[in-house]
């Protein structure tokens, strides 16, 4: 199995595709204006302590105030406001964390107004970027994410991921990441740590622990609204989280991606630093690797599932509504279950596919094809959680209901992506109407004796649909042989499918359009 990361570089961001075994998996377009990412630190100001919702209003800089709840302060909040508040007094260098006394917990069942005042200087984090009609939402327990490891201020536990399952590798790591941590820092152990040595541990724990202090140095000269740690880019966050032995490639067509990504692969896996690659071809990045294609297939209402059938794919503001029909697939197996079974189980691929793909989140509910047999219904869930495995998000997945509709839930952080698939016709440029086709080859002939014999042009060039292409250009006595003995000058013509049937241009020697008349 293949991994293969490719960027794109565009004038308004950067694209980032990633591909498994050459298939579409994952979609990301990180766009140059949007200033509000997952896993940023700000220096908000409280714009409203609102105590029927026990939730504070802040103001990060966004159009809409941001969101924090009272539970999403964190206990070590109290700790916080008071290491904010030193870090910002201009008169004491910087302070160390290590050298802080910690503050007690805040009580779990507490009101917001305890805690926050209106114009008061906070540390937030954005947990969700702005969607839809809301603001972003925070919060205060700030954690910093590297290869190995999540370091969080203000804790002195350590816990290791639960995937990890090997109770000796656990004891091991919690004695290592134990030996190294420094005081007043929470450390969690992430899956990749699994096997590694002391020393590439301890080299990611003091990269995050210099983000942090960096951060806080920041902080004397900070004004509310203002970023004091940044997550690094969405290219970068993708190797971070997935980069492992399967990853054979990373391709940019850009000079900037190319000489980030390859430091930052230094970084965090030295021996992984020539997977990088720079593509210099003459197609562009994304055709090459027929990924333009996929994404016109792959965004629209109906998608295909391999093998027959299609899914159909509704979006509303609670939820997400997804149809399996089997289609062709009707007569391909000997009954009806059978038939149902097949296609659901390669729906259930295609579907945490699109997942994926689209990131959708919240609520989504499947209508599968409705299967009679337990035994089926149990195959059909089981495929469904194992597709899901490789989603970095957090997801449940519910067993079919009576009426044999599947719910998953799927943690939203950023807004949906959408692509249009819809294209205007060329021809009537979505009215519906053309003028009468039959004309067209009489408009051509009319305005290329104009632009020769009149405007007396040299080295003319006609652009045109690849069916008027043919017209001119086949047979041995074709049009364009024609032209030639009549006019003694020898016309090129271009065949371009993104022409209408009805529409051509003229264009000199070095591609430029020429005006008639």
């Given at each position: 199995?293949?991994?293969?990361?490719?960027?794109?570089?565009?004038?308004?961001?950067?694209?980032?595709?990633?591909?498994?075994?050459?298939?579409?998996?994952?979609?990301?377009?990180?766009?140059?204006?949007?200033?509000?990412?997952?896993?940023?630190?700000?220096?908000?100001?409280?714009?409203?302590?609102?105590?029927?919702?026990?939730?504070?209003?802040?103001?990060?800089?966004?159009?809409?105030?941001?969101?924090?709840?009272?539970?999403?302060?964190?206990?070590?909040?109290?700790?916080?406001?008071?290491?904010?508040?030193?870090?910002?007094?201009?008169?004491?260098?910087?302070?160390?964390?290590?050298?802080f006394k910690i503050e007690p917990d805040i009580d779990k069942f507490g009101k917001i107004s305890q805690v926050l005042s209106?114009?008061?200087?906070?540390?937030?984090?954005?947990?969700?970027?702005?969607?839809?009609?809301?603001?972003?939402?925070?919060?205060c327990e700030l954690s910093i994410a590297g290869r190995y490891m999540v370091i969080v201020p203000f804790s002195n536990t350590?816990?290791?991921?639960?995937?990890?399952?090997?109770?000796?590798?656990?004891?091991?790591?919690?004695?290592?990441?134990?030996?190294?941590?420094?005081?007043?820092?929470?450390?969690?152990?992430?899956?990749?740590?699994?096997?590694?040595?002391?020393?590439?541990?301890?080299?990611?724990?003091?990269?995050?622990?210099?983000?942090?202090?960096?951060?806080?140095?920041?902080?004397?000269?900070?004004?509310?609204?203002?970023?004091?740690?940044?997550?690094?880019?969405?290219?970068?966050?993708m190797l971070r989280d997935m980069l492992n032995e399967s990853f054979d490639s990373i391709t940019t067509d850009d000079k900037?991606?190319?000489?980030?990504?390859?430091?930052?692969?230094?970084?965090?896996?030295?021996?992984?630093?020539?997977?990088?690659?720079?593509?210099?071809?003459?197609?562009?990045?994304?055709?090459?690797?027929?990924?333009?294609?996929?994404?016109?297939?792959?965004?629209?209402?109906?998608?295909?599932?391999?093998?027959?059938?299609?899914?159909?794919?509704?979006?509303?503001?609670?939820?997400?509504?997804?149809?399996?029909?089997?289609?062709?697939?009707?007569?391909?197996?000997?009954?009806?279950?059978?038939?149902?079974?097949?296609?659901?189980?390669?729906?259930?691929?295609?579907?945490?596919?699109?997942?994926?793909?689209?990131?959708?989140?919240?609520?989504?509910?499947?209508?599968?094809?409705?299967?009679?047999?337990?035994?089926?219904?149990?195959?059909?869930?089981?495929?469904?959680?194992?597709?899901?495995?490789?989603?970095?998000?957090?997801?449940?997945?519910?067993?079919?209901?009576?009426?044999?509709?599947?719910?998953?839930?799927?943690?939203?952080?950023?807004?949906?992506?959408?692509?249009?698939?819809?294209?205007?016709?060329?021809?009537?440029?979505?009215?519906?109407?053309?003028?009468?086709?039959?004309?067209?080859?009489?408009?051509?002939?009319?305005?290329?004796?104009?632009?020769?014999?009149?405007?007396?042009?040299?080295?003319?060039?006609?652009?045109?649909?690849?069916?008027?292409?043919?017209?001119?250009?086949?047979?041995?006595?074709?049009?364009?042989?024609?032209?030639?003995?009549?006019?003694?000058?020898?016309?090129?013509?271009?065949?371009?499918?993104?022409?209408?049937?009805?529409?051509?241009?003229?264009?000199?020697?070095?591609?430029?359009?020429?005006?008639?008349?």
């Amino acid at each position: 199995m293949s991994n293969e990361l490719v960027i794109n570089s565009t004038q308004n961001g950067c694209r980032i595709a990633l591909l498994k075994d050459k298939s579409l998996v994952e979609f990301h377009f990180e766009d140059n204006g949007t200033q509000f990412t997952v896993g940023d630190v700000y220096l908000g100001a409280v714009k409203k302590v609102v105590q029927g919702l026990n939730a504070a209003f802040i103001d990060i800089g966004y159009e809409k105030d941001a969101f924090l709840h009272y539970l999403d302060l964190g206990p070590k909040v109290k700790s916080l406001n008071k290491f904010s508040k030193l870090a910002s007094t201009k008169k004491n260098a910087y302070p160390k964390i290590s050298n802080f006394k910690i503050e007690p917990d805040i009580d779990k069942f507490g009101k917001i107004s305890q805690v926050l005042s209106k114009n008061q200087q906070i540390l937030v984090q954005i947990v969700k970027e702005p969607i839809s009609s809301k603001g972003p939402r925070l919060s205060c327990e700030l954690s910093i994410a590297g290869r190995y490891m999540v370091i969080v201020p203000f804790s002195n536990t350590v816990n290791i991921s639960k995937k990890i399952g090997d109770s000796e590798e656990r004891k091991r790591l919690m004695r290592l990441i134990s030996s190294i941590k420094p005081e007043n820092f929470g450390i969690i152990i992430r899956t990749v740590a699994q096997g590694k040595e002391v020393a590439d541990l301890d080299r990611d724990l003091k990269n995050l622990v210099k983000i942090w202090e960096d951060g806080v140095k920041k902080m004397k000269t900070a004004k509310p609204r203002e970023k004091v740690i940044g997550e690094i880019s969405r290219a970068s966050s993708m190797l971070r989280d997935m980069l492992n032995e399967s990853f054979d490639s990373i391709t940019t067509d850009d000079k900037e991606i190319y000489d980030e990504v390859k430091s930052y692969i230094k970084t965090i896996a030295p021996d992984k630093e020539k997977i990088v690659k720079k593509y210099n071809g003459k197609a562009k990045i994304f055709e090459n690797f027929g990924i333009e294609k996929q994404l016109k297939t792959l965004f629209g209402q109906s998608v295909s599932i391999p093998g027959g059938g299609y899914l159909i794919i509704e979006h509303t503001e609670a939820l997400h509504v997804i149809d399996v029909n089997s289609g062709n697939k009707s007569n391909a197996e000997e009954d009806q279950e059978t038939t149902a079974l097949t296609v659901n189980l390669q729906a259930a691929k295609e579907i945490a596919r699109q997942l994926r793909l689209r990131d959708m989140g919240g609520i989504i509910v499947i209508d599968f094809i409705d299967m009679k047999k337990p035994d089926n219904k149990k195959l059909l869930f089981k495929k469904m959680k194992e597709e899901m495995q490789d989603d970095r998000s957090k997801f449940t997945v519910l067993p079919l209901s009576k009426f044999g509709l599947m719910q998953i839930t799927r943690q939203r952080v950023r807004p949906e992506l959408n692509i249009s698939t819809l294209e205007k016709c060329p021809s009537c440029n979505g009215t519906g109407k053309i003028s009468a086709s039959i004309l067209v080859s009489d408009q051509i002939e009319q305005n290329l004796e104009y632009i020769l014999q009149k405007q007396n042009e040299h080295n003319v060039q006609i652009a045109l649909h690849p069916y008027l292409h043919s017209y001119f250009t086949k047979g041995i006595f074709s049009k364009r042989v024609k032209w030639f003995l009549k006019y003694h000058k020898w016309i090129n013509i271009i065949e371009d499918s993104s022409l209408g049937i009805t529409e051509f241009k003229f264009l000199t020697k070095t591609g430029e359009e020429i005006e008639i008349g």
